[in-house]
């Protein structure tokens, strides 16, 4: 490509300015690397409602120094409670409380999305006023052997050692280095919702995860922002959906006509959505990659490993891929040994918890026996939760 005056410089190209983004920006900036940050939307405004942080996630957000401002606004759940879909009856019970905390180093926290992004934008922001472009849509990137150069929809054309895209599930990073699948619908829709908790009755309100399961349909259920706020994921095999997206709006009434013979508390937390607080969204997947990476180009979070929502790791996998890719890009030189340590040590990883999560949703939309559901929760809270994305070898 002919360079032209409107080309810019620099060592580390990150497209998509999402929590796996802005997670490996910070863990450059914090390498003392130079990067910048382009994001398609005119304003950096993140969507979404609550997230569940496990330890491996809290573990990796204290290594980019945000942890302190994240948990001001956090909630500690103290227990999670698996519930039967009529009767209300504890099938399985786990504790988040200081023994849990006590035993992985790191807590449990449920937190609003908001929170995540904010803290995250804010640190790289203040490493570097400048280095966060919004309203750049990436459109087309070529190699050389010795750089990258990117172009984008306002003709900026960019220059830089390597380009990594944390451009997400319809990821045109991905789709130009790995001639990319489209992602396939699951059959199950989603419902979300956010109210402030005194919109609850009393014995609604207390701060432990509830998740109800019954015949092809579960509803996870914590609170958010403090406490303060009853956050919601309901989930039921719908045969048809076309739509993805996060924000496509939907009905109470809707809802609550999918849930209609569950248990009161259930159905009181769907009633209490605000109408411009009810959003729907079609639960897509892909199959997991053997390899994410080009010549000096590669992909993280969902542009790499779409996850479903059944085992709360889509956040925590992208952080985790951040921290360990940055570490690879300052240990190694040859882009072939970064991009090749990277995914040795995630992409089995990563793929074991896309394919866990499936079947964390199919054990969840049947009446699954306490034994079933206690051992299914261990084994996966062993595997995931002391991994240590700042400390593994790379």
């Not at 910070?26 to 950096?44: D, M």
């Amino acid at each position: 490509m002919k360079k032209t005056n409107n080309t810019h410089k620099c060592k580390y190209i990150i497209i998509g300015a999402g929590i796996g983004g802005l997670s490996l920006a910070l863990a450059l900036q914090r390498l003392n690397q130079q990067v910048l940050v382009f994001e398609k939307a005119p304003e950096i405004k993140e969507v979404g409602a609550g997230v569940m942080l496990t330890p491996n996630a809290t573990r990796s957000l204290d290594s980019l120094g945000v942890l302190k401002e994240i948990e001001k606004d956090a909630t500690l759940p103290k227990k999670t409670i698996v519930r039967h879909y009529q009767t209300g009856k504890e099938m399985s019970t786990t504790d988040l409380g200081d023994d849990f905390t006590k035993k992985y180093g790191h807590p449990y926290y449920d937190v609003h999305r908001v929170n995540i992004h904010s803290s995250l934008y804010n640190s790289v922001k203040r490493n570097d006023m400048n280095c966060i472009k919004v309203n750049h849509e990436l459109i087309d990137f070529f190699q050389s052997e010795s750089f990258v150069t990117a172009k984008f929809n306002n003709n900026l054309v960019v220059e830089g050692e390597f380009l990594i895209g944390c451009d997400g599930i319809h990821s045109l990073v991905r789709k130009i280095i790995k001639a990319s699948d489209n992602p396939n619908y699951t059959g199950n829709l989603a419902w979300r919702g956010l109210m402030p908790v005194e919109s609850l009755p009393e014995h609604q309100r207390g701060p432990e995860i509830n998740i109800w399961i019954g015949p092809k349909k579960h509803i996870v259920e914590y609170t958010v922002k403090s406490g303060r706020f009853k956050n919601y994921v309901a989930i039921s095999n719908v045969k048809d959906w076309h739509e993805e997206g996060w924000t496509v709006r939907s009905s109470v009434d809707q809802a609550l006509a999918e849930f209609k013979d569950w248990h009161q508390d259930v159905r009181n937390i769907i009633s209490a959505t605000p109408q411009d607080e009810c959003y729907k969204w079609g639960l897509f997947d892909r199959n997991p990659l053997g390899s994410w990476s080009e010549n000096r180009v590669t992909i993280l979070g969902d542009a790499a490993h779409p996850m479903l929502p059944f085992m709360a790791q889509g956040a925590a996998m992208s952080i985790e891929d951040a921290i360990v890719l940055s570490r690879c890009f300052v240990k190694y030189e040859n882009p072939r040994k970064i991009f090749e340590s990277y995914e040795n040590e995630r992409i089995d990883r990563t793929a074991w918890c896309q394919l866990q999560s499936r079947e964390a949703g199919q054990l969840f939309q049947k009446i699954s026996s306490r034994e079933d559901l206690d051992s299914d929760r261990a084994q996966r809270g062993k595997i995931l939760y002391e991994y240590d994305a700042p400390r593994v070898k790379v």
